[in-house]
């Protein structure tokens, strides 16, 4: 194998905010090619940082790691990702040691952060400690400061993100910010960068939060090294063409046209959508707040990633009624969902006004959406007095009551306070059988892809390595796939998934444009063998913080409430099968059965047995 | 686009900030008479000639344009061949201004008519006329000088004053940077742009042409898609 000669700068920031240090610190060669960059090169630092397996996420020591990849910086096409990396507040195992177990989690959001971050000469940022008081980080090429952010403390992202840049008076920052959820530490805030791209799942603007830091802006004038210039120079050529093409067009297109909100119509048909708490797959409403309404009532324009020609985000503007004047994002298929038919609400200016709201406090909206959905089936079924609402009359399909609700997460004033630590803590608290209809694994609520009649996506949802996560991957394959793929700085929508008819990044792609920038020759396979170890990583992560096979599970409502509505009605798990499914994919990928844990000799294949030992 | 701006001599910036983009009807005219290379003829300086016209419509701020531009206009020396550079953004001559509510504006020389730049520059006008920076005769674009440059930055201060701003500093030769190449008639944010928003506009001699900055364009298009101020820099 050929070593490392560009691509790399060959170190991450290290910030310390306890001790207001800031140092580089140098990367192995090895790790890089073992974990590439993004979320594998985040878990190998987060597993070698941690100070113990069961450290609290919010405790000062916890790293906070926000990772481009080794395509990051470049104009390579779809390349702007950074992945969050750090323990989750949210997730804990079932059978716990201690307080602080919890999965890890690995946000990921597009824009621009993760390429601006490479600019100022470093391959990643880990920040650990605790600021003596509210504090935002500027990264301006190797200068690093620490500055006062008692006066921004409070602000919400929507116009956090202008002030700031404002105050340091250059609007090519790239900025990564928290919301008062964040800085309340609800259980799943977000961190937020140009108002409506989120890293959104697992709590990490919890963590931030913790570290009393409101923001990170960066801006650097470097661009990254690279190993073979003239390599590159064709393979740049050769990537801008991948969404030339007939096919290649339909699918840019459609995600110019409608972005992932495309998927608004075409699940709640196909009854994959999480309706109605996830009881149902279908919605019936969804011609009120599909991609078409949107596109008629609310959307302006769309816009594009960095070097990104998909331009898969909408923003848009409520033009009429009591909420006219509000201007924001969305809806996408995750927000649409959540705050929509998850909620039952058909009222898409009301979906909006939510959604801007979600996102300028900082909170995850599919666990805000999951959480508001459970509530609202636990007040239906007579489980909770309106004293334990206070006083909100959260009904299904009523947009206002859910904008109640939202509110009182993100200050955690009264119901508030419980809600922010997600719907598993509700249903310990409110019981009467409420489990079963907790939609959440591990501690983490399900996102917007309903799984009674899918079912592979149910399989994806209790192995994922960050709890309840719909983007994982529905099988190992597409699990390791993924892992790949955000560990590059490459978007997973600009890929062909693996499957050679769709156009798009493929690893074929990913092998070649991995040799001109990097001069690493990996071959398909060992890429995809660097998807499997990364997963195993984060798989034995969470087994030293106490995860077990128990902790793959999914909630009884998806073998037991069969749909009622729509093309799957009657569709529900089928319990021997979902277990024989499970059985299978420990296997296959050569885990234990009985406690899920990766065997010797497939850690010893995937060189992690040294990595193991060493802890 | 030509024939549009010809039948207005005297367009004020607002008309023009509409001519170029911003009115639905021009937009067509854009996309169906920008061109993406230019007929370069070597002749003597009477007007600006090309000028680059954005599509504020189409634009969806990728940032394409900057590295194109940048890996075009900074190449390298490779095995003794000049090959496009990697692209860094920094020193591109085109800059993507993005704000919230969503607008991205980009901004590049827009060889103002009436030279502002140069009228600043404090360096007498050798035998050709030329003042270190100078007005190229064959496309028109704005160059500088760099033996006869003292680097005052007169230039950039004139270029931010209600111009694009694009003309700046470089910050390690502290000479006038950003001022627009049109690539030698190739201008590679126009075919790079993968939204098709850029294209080139042919500027007729007395016409008025000025670059507006990039927070005005977007003030106007925030009032005139979201019916917002503008918020921050």
Known sequence: ?615 | MSEHVSNHNNVSRRDFLTALGLGSGAMLLLGGCGSKTLDLVDRPYKGPYWALAVDYAKCAGCRTCETACAAHNNPLKHNGKTVPGLGNPRLANIRVHSFNPDVDVPVSCAMCSDEPCIAACPISPDAKGRKALYRDTRLGVIRNDAQRCIGCGSCAEACADGRTAILHLDELTRRPAGMCTLCDGEPQCVISCPYEALSIVEIKPGQIYKGLPAHQVAGELAQQWYGLELQGV
């Open chain 1, 1 to 615: 194998m050929a070593g490392i000669s560009g691509g790399y700068f060959g170190n991450i920031l290290k910030v310390d905010l306890s001790s207001g240090s800031a140092q580089r610190v140098p990367i192995d060669e090895k790790d890089y090619r073992l974990f590439l960059g993004g979320r594998g090169l985040g878990i190998k630092l987060l597993w070698d940082n941690l100070p113990s397996p069961g450290a609290e996420s919010t405790s000062p020591a916890t790293p906070l790691i926000f990772m481009p990849g080794p395509f990051s910086g470049l104009p390579l096409p779809s390349c702007s990702r950074t992945c969050v990396i750090t323990k989750s507040p949210l997730t804990s195992p079932l059978n716990s040691a201690g307080p602080g177990d919890s999965t890890l989690t690995y946000a990921n959001v597009g824009g621009f952060f993760g390429p601006e971050l490479r600019m100022a000469g470093f391959d990643g940022l880990m920040i650990v400690g605790k600021a003596s008081k509210p504090s935002y980080l500027v990264i301006t090429d190797g200068r690093v400061e620490l500055r006062d952010a008692g006066h921004l403390w409070g602000m919400g992202t929507d116009e956090f993100e202008p002030a700031l840049k404002k105050e340091l008076g250059d609007n090519r920052f790239q900025i990564m910010c928290i919301g008062p959820s964040g800085e309340k530490q609800v259980s799943y805030a977000c961190i937020i960068h140009t108002a409506a791209r989120v890293a959104g799942r697992g709590g990490s603007g919890a963590v931030m939060g913790s570290k009393n830091l409101k923001a990170v802006a960066v801006l650097g004038a470097k661009v990254p090294p690279v190993a073979d210039h003239p390599l590159f120079l064709e393979r740049l050529e050769e990537c801008r063409e991948i969404y030339n093409g007939m096919i290649s067009h339909f699918l840019r297109d459609m995600m110019r046209g409608q972005g992932t909100a495309w998927f608004l119509d075409m699940n709640s048909n196909d009854g994959k959508m999480s309706v109605r708490n996830f009881r149902e797959g279908t919605f019936e409403a969804i011609e009120k707040i599909d991609g078409d309404a949107a596109q008629k009532e609310i959307w302006v324009r769309s816009y594009a990633c960095y070097c990104c020609p998909l331009a898969c985000k909408k923003s848009g503007r409520v033009r009429t009624g009591p909420f006219a004047g509000l201007v924001h994002d969305g809806p996408e298929y995750e927000t649409g969902t959540m705050f929509g038919s998850n909620l039952m609400i058909s009222d898409l200016k009301g979906v909006v006004r939510q959604i801007f709201h979600g996102d300028d406090s900082g909170m995850d909206i599919i666990s805000a959406g999951a959480v508001i959905g459970f509530l609202m089936e636990c007040r239906e079924k007579g489980l909770i007095t309106p004293a334990f609402l206070d006083g909100i009359d959260l009904r299904w399909g009523d947009a206002s009551a859910s904008m109640q609700m939202i509110e009182k997460i993100s200050k955690r004033q009264g119901i508030g306070d419980l809600a922010a630590l997600g719907v598993r803590a509700l249903a310990d608290e409110i019981g009467q059988g409420s489990h079963e209809f907790a939609i959440h694994v591990k501690g983490q609520e399900l996102a917007a892809w309903n799984v009674q009649a899918n079912p592979v996506k149910g399989l994806c949802y209790a192995t994922s390595n960050r709890g309840a996560c719909h983007h994982s991957g529905d099988n190992a394959q597409a699990q390791d796939f993924t892992a790949m793929i955000d560990s590059t700085g490459l978007c997973a929508f600009a890929t062909d998934q693996d499957a050679p008819i769709l156009p798009g990044h493929s690893v074929k792609t990913v092998s070649e444009n991995l040799a001109a920038v990097t001069g690493l020759e990996l071959s398909e396979d060992e890429l995809r063998q660097t998807g499997e170890r990364i997963y195993n990583l984060e798989k034995m992560f969470n087994f030293l913080e106490g995860f077990r096979r128990e902790d793959d599970v999914l909630p009884e409502r998806f073998f037991k409430d069969a749909f009622t509505v729509g093309s799957e009605a009657g569709a529900v798990l089928d319990r021997a099968e979902f277990k024989q499914t499970l059985d299978e994919y420990y296997t296959g990928r050569g885990w234990d059965p009985i406690t899920s844990r990766p065997s010797e000799a497939t850690l010893n294949r995937l060189n992690l047995t040294e990595i193991i030992r060493a802890t």
